[in-house]
């Protein structure tokens, strides 16, 4: 069984910093991509930044510059330094594992439970 695990989040004042940290537990067979998500209230889920196995990284517009992802050889360890935060990056955070759980499963989703952030102006 997959267990996703975020931290870090909390209350800062605009143009702070947080790093949030993803940890990946139990059977993992493999992982193509560790990806941190946001949600803000009477908002659709969104991607903020995402690295693959291969080290490839992906950001939304709206954080680029600002954020950065990054995750340890295996990818089990995944962290998300945020800087100059605006009062629009408030939201809870998820982190999400795209991969498999055992040789025979399928490629699919584990996400976390999410972690708040709030950022004050």
């Known amino acids: 069984q997959v267990q996703v695990v975020e931290s870090g989040g909390g209350l800062v004042q605009a143009g702070g910093s947080l790093r949030l940290s993803c940890v990946a537990s139990?059977?993992?067979?493999?992982?193509?991509?560790m990806g941190w998500y946001r949600q803000a209230p009477g908002k659709q889920r969104e991607l903020v930044a995402a690295?693959?196995?291969?080290?490839?990284?992906n950001y939304a517009n709206s954080v680029k510059g600002r954020f950065t992802i990054s995750g340890d050889s295996a990818l089990t360890t995944v962290n998300l330094q945020m800087n100059s935060l605006k009062p629009e990056d408030t939201a809870v955070y998820y982190c999400?594992?795209?991969?498999?759980?055992?040789?025979?499963?399928?490629?699919?989703?584990?996400w976390g439970k999410g972690t708040l952030v709030t950022v004050s102006s």
């Open positions: 999400k594992l795209f991969g498999r759980g055992s040789r025979y499963s399928n490629v699919m989703d584990y």
């Open positions: 690295i693959t196995s291969g080290g490839i990284t």
């Open positions: 139990g059977t993992i067979f493999s992982i193509n991509t």
